[in-house]
């Protein structure tokens, strides 16, 4: 592959949230997964494993389990001020999954144990291998599904959450639901996603204290993040 086609398939993944209900050929879950299971990890521990769900009871009871959770994240959003907060958060109330109707679902698992594959100084000081682990896996699953003309969007599991999906999904204890990856064919068309600019990230042999950024330029950045959000809602 030439660096420009990576380079577009990279810029043309996207999160999507909302999807046609049309099945996915199973060759393309299958793509999919092998390219997941191509990932990097340390010392090759492979920890993922995952699980693709098709039938309609399973997802509803997942996205059940998720809308439960989304009341606890709006409350907890509402302590921030209005221009900082999650915009779908906005609301008077909590919204729902914007992804159920998305036609398969994965679920990336992850076995804690293979850390052992690992150098065991790194435990003493809170490497995260692990977890750098799982996103490798992740990340791979976007990537391929953008390449297939698929959407996807990476939904976040809380603890609490991941252990009430491990009783719907079967999963044994000792492993974690990592994240969940809503995969189908996109039913929006998100508006183009804004990048810091290189010469703001790029630092050369050391770094350059002229681009740290304070908090009140951090907290900046936030709004202008929402604002652009915002702007893009409107226009959809």
């Known amino acids: 592959m030439e660096y420009e086609a990576f380079l577009d398939l990279a810029r043309k993944r996207r999160s999507i949230r909302r999807f046609k209900p049309d099945p996915i050929p199973d060759d393309y879950i299958e793509k999919i997964i092998e390219a997941a299971r191509w990932a990097m990890s340390g010392a090759n521990a492979q920890p993922w494993e995952f699980i ?23 409350i907890v959003e509402q302590t921030r001020s ?11 109330h909590p919204t729902q999954n ?11 698992l992850g076995d804690i144990r293979t850390i052992q594959a690992s150098c065991l100084v790194f435990r003493f000081f809170e490497h995260h291998t692990f ?3 799982m996103a490798n896996a992740n990340h791979m699953i976007h990537l391929a599904a953008a390449s297939l003309g698929l959407g996807a969007t ?20 000792v492993l974690r639901v990592f994240t969940l990856a809503p995969i189908g064919y996109p039913a929006h068309e ?3 996603p804004y ?3 290189r010469s703001e990230i790029v630092h050369h042999e050391k770094y350059d204290m002229g681009k740290f950024r304070e908090q009140a ?8 993040l929402r604002q652009r959000h915002e702007k893009a809602r409107s226009y959809a």
Not at 82 to 92: A, K, L, N
Not at 154 to 168: A, N, Y
């Open 52 to 74: 693709v769900i098709k039938e309609k009871e399973t997802r509803r009871k997942i996205a059940k389990v998720r809308a439960e959770y989304l009341k606890m994240e709006w």
């Open 154 to 173: 990476w939904v976040s599991l809380t603890q609490p959450m991941s252990e009430e999906l491990k009783v719907i999904l079967g999963v044994p204890p």
């Open 190 to 192: 998100p508006s183009p």
């Open 131 to 133: 977890d750098q682990n």
């Open 195 to 197: 990048r810091r600019k």
């Open 98 to 108: 914007e992804w159920e109707d998305a036609p398969v679902i994965i679920a990336t």
């Open 82 to 92: 209005q221009e900082v907060r999650q915009p779908h958060f906005r609301t008077d």
């Open 217 to 224: 330029d951090i907290q900046e950045f936030i709004r202008h």
